[in-house]
């Protein structure tokens, strides 16, 4: 048995499936998206864990002998987003997502201040990308940066 878990913008899901790829069962349980401002979209990462735990849960209440037969995990998630954490890998602030469009600012002047961006990484610098995200809170949040 297999386990794979993509903890996705909208929900985390959970499926179970044995050696031949056959889904045994499978569970989603729903994430909130905080938007403070027009334009911003952020999670509560302890959310993430929550949400995963009860997903497994529900999938071993469903399938107990399946779930005890786990012998690989799979795991895919959202990409670029901020999650910052201090030394103690404690959570500083709701993590900043994929679709958060706060360092629009911040984007555009990497791009304008730093061409090489484009030709080593291919495309140009977006507000989705980690590193205007990461600049935003240097700049808007210097304590927690």
């Known amino acids: 048995m297999y386990l794979g878990l993509d903890l996705g913008t909208s929900a985390v899901k959970a499926l179970l499936v044995?050696?031949?790829?056959?889904?045994?069962?499978?569970?989603?349980v729903p994430?909130?998206?905080?938007r403070r401002q027009a334009g911003w979209s952020e999670q509560d990462p302890h959310s993430?864990?929550?949400a995963t735990s009860k997903a497994v849960q529900a999938l071993g209440a469903e399938?107990?002998?399946?779930?005890q037969k786990v012998i690989g995990i799979?795991?895919?998630?959202?990409?670029?987003g901020v999650t910052a954490l201090d030394?103690?890998?404690?959570v500083l602030r709701p993590?900043?997502?994929w679709n958060d469009a706060r360092s629009a600012p911040q984007?555009?002047?990497?791009?304008?201040?730093?061409?090489?961006?484009?030709q080593i990484g291919g495309n140009a610098v977006m507000p989705g990308f980690t590193a205007p995200k990461t600049l935003w809170m240097a700049e808007n949040e210097p304590g927690l940066f």
Request: glycine content about 10%.
């Open 87 to 90: 030394a103690n890998d404690a």
């Open 107 to 118: 984007a555009a002047h990497l791009n304008a201040s730093h061409p090489a961006f484009r």
């Open 95 to 97: 993590a900043i997502l």
């Open 74 to 80: 799979g795991l895919s998630g959202q990409m670029h």
């Open 48 to 50: 993430w864990w929550h």
């Open 18 to 28: 044995d050696e031949s790829g056959e889904a045994v069962g499978s569970r989603s």
């Open 63 to 67: 399938t107990p002998a399946a779930i």
């Open 31 to 34: 994430l909130g998206v905080i």
